[in-house]
């Protein structure tokens, strides 16, 4: 890796790679997690809101790409950032938008799941050619 914007590539693949394969393998327990969330009420949003942010703010700082594939990345990030701070901002949205993933059936995760391991192993093919 020759710099820090590939770096940030490989680890967001690496995360959407990871992050499809759970939801293809365990639809249920990701639904489960969702309920737990969800029943905190406005906190479970801020906590699911935190992780979204800091991710979202750590792509969009050091991948601000915008011509290719990279732009998968940096898309990923400011849709990240964006979210966290709508779910910090109004956890009402938030715990709505969670009630809406549970009622996804398991299917619905898993072609999410699909589309993320895709998404993964396109950025990492484009990031290791660098």
């Known amino acids: 890796m020759e710099d820090l914007t590939t770096a940030v590539e490989v680890f967001v693949s690496i ?3 990871a992050l499809g394969l759970s939801y293809i393998l365990q639809p249920e ?3 489960e997690l969702l309920s737990r969330i969800q029943s905190r009420g406005p906190s479970g949003s801020f906590g699911f809101a935190f992780l979204a942010l800091g991710l979202g703010s ?3 700082a050091f991948h601000n790409v915008w011509g290719g594939v990279a732009t998968i990345v940096t898309v990923y990030g400011w849709g ?3 979210k ?3 779910y910090l901002l ?3 949205f938030g715990l709505k938008r969670i009630a809406m993933a549970l009622s ?3 299917g619905l ?3 999410a799941g699909a589309l993320a391991m895709v998404l993964g192993v396109v950025v990492l093919r484009y990031a290791l050619q660098a």
């Open 104 to 106: 996804m059936g398991a």
């Open 109 to 111: 995760w898993r072609t």
């Open 90 to 92: 109004f956890p009402g």
């Open 15 to 17: 995360n959407l790679i």
């Open 58 to 60: 750590f792509i969009v």
């Open 80 to 82: 990240a950032l964006v």
């Open 29 to 31: 327990a990701w639904k």
């Open 84 to 86: 966290g701070a709508l």
